[in-house]
């Protein structure tokens, strides 16, 4: 009787296996409808898979400008400097020095935007400006590196000083060219 079982059994487990793929579906043969369909067989080796290694993002690297990396895209809004890391606006105040001062006394920038100051040496002496936690020093003949202050409210002033007397950028242009 044991000889009976083991044919039996081993039609069970090649009957079973014809029944789904992988995944679990059925085929519609292995249900016994009348319409037909093939199904391939499945390669049951296991599968290797390898991953490309990852390589740092350097200053000449084409995807750390969000050019094509073939096929990947980096977009610059992720990448630093991108978008959002923007100069802000601003706009330009320039004081030059000559005969020991500084002109013009006053400069009318918009308000809220940023203010760049600038002071440049129009005679070949030194000049020097401070004021708002910030100084600019133009040697002779030359510009002084600029310096970014804070937008300003409607009607207020940022008083700059030099040994001499002052410079003030007030608040109290309209916005445009």
């Known amino acids: 009787m044991r000889s009976g079982i083991l044919p039996v059994a081993v039609g069970l487990a090649l009957a079973l296996a014809a ?9 519609q043969e292995s249900v ?24 740092p993002q350097t200053p000449d690297d084409p995807a750390a400008e969000g050019k094509d990396a073939g096929g990947a895209r980096n977009f610059p809004e992720q990448a630093p400097g991108g978008a959002g890391d923007e100069i802000p606006a601003s706009t330009q105040a320039l004081f030059t020095g000559s005969g020991g001062r500084i002109t013009p006394r006053l400069v009318r920038v918009p308000p809220f935007i940023a203010v760049r100051v600038r002071l440049r040496s129009g005679d070949g002496q030194t ?15 030359r510009v002084a590196r600029p310096v970014l202050f804070d937008g300003l409210r409607p009607g207020k002033r940022l008083v700059l000083r030099y040994p001499d007397g002052r410079v003030v950028v007030e608040a109290s242009a309209e916005p445009g060219p």
């Open 19 to 27: 029944c789904g793929d992988d995944e679990g579906r059925v085929s």
């Open 32 to 55: 016994g409808t009348e319409t037909s369909t093939t199904t391939t067989p499945t390669d049951t080796a296991p599968v290797q898979t390898t991953t490309a290694p990852v390589r």
């Open 127 to 141: 000049y020097e400006l401070e004021g708002g936690g910030q100084s600019l020093e133009a040697p002779g003949g």
